[in-house]
């Protein structure tokens, strides 16, 4: 594990946070069947592209220091691509996926058999969930969507898998069907257990939620970063924190800005190719939460 660099920015002093990832090469990308309003089966892609932006993707987290593992990607399993619905990852337990939809399906087998190889507890689910797709940790604290894809029941699961609190949020705008598409943890880890100044923080998409949850946001987030239509709209909210870097579409120039001036350090990738899909960055993007990942980033 490499030690956080501390970098003072103009607002605020952040620290970037070591991270693990597991990516997958999007070699058998393509848009054969639709399960979300992004996706267009009858429109063309270019898989020479999508893996070309991925690679700019993976090779940038390197260069920031993180450690990336990649899962062989499967022929006939186009969306593979997107590991954060490959799991979720706390402590080095693995809580594996049970997609909505049976395009998908053939995935989760495969994600939990790279998990058993890699030396990671493995669970296996009983209820429908997505993954770091519909689960955020922040803090102590696990952020779960529900509306499309991972069902209340998961939300249950989840806390019991790992046994902390979950907070459930209704997402009610298809094209924000994931919760990692309305909302980025930008500070996981909160201040007192991170010695800093820092306090865990998300930005999110307020229109994305019914209100009970924007209500639920606005009490819990205070200082959140409140995002633009126009920004989410581009999945500017699709994005991979290591608590100072955040790596986010060139389209989200508003979200840009104000995570400049909050001290953060916006980088841009492009992945337009992989939003055929309708994923991003973040989707491209499976946080691996080795045991006592949170002390070492104190
Ligand atoms: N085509 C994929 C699906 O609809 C995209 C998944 C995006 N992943 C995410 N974490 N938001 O399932």
Known sequence: MST?????????????HHRRYLMCRPEHFTVSYKINPWMEPAKPTDTAKAVAQ??????????????????????????????ANGGFVIDGRAYVP?????????????????????????IEPEEVNEGEGDFLLVGDTILAGTGFRSTGDSHRE????FGREVVSLNLIDPRFYHL????????????????GPERANIAYLPGAFDDASRAILE?????????????????????ASDGYNVIISPRATGFEKQLRERGYNPITVDLSELLLGGGGIKCCTLELRAAGDEEKSA
């Open 4 to 16: 956080p660099e501390t970098v003072t920015a103009p607002t605020a002093t952040r620290t970037a």
């Open 219 to 239: 009490e819990r987030f205070p200082d959140a970063i409140l995002v633009a239509d126009a920004d989410g709209a581009v999945f500017g909210l699709n994005s």
């Open 180 to 195: 990692d598409t309305a909302i980025s943890v930008l500070d996981p880890v909160e201040g007192a257990a991170n010695g």
């Open 98 to 122: 049970k997609f909505r939809f049976v395009e998908r399906a053939g995935e989760a087998p495969a994600f939990a058999d790279w998990f058993r190889a890699s030396g990671f507890d493995t």
């Open 54 to 83: 991925w690679q700019k993707l993976h090779d940038l987290y390197l260069e920031l220091g993180h450690e990336v593992e990649l899962i062989d990607p499967l022929d006939g399993f186009p969306d593979m691509v997107y590991t």
């Open 158 to 161: 989840v806390g019991e898998v």
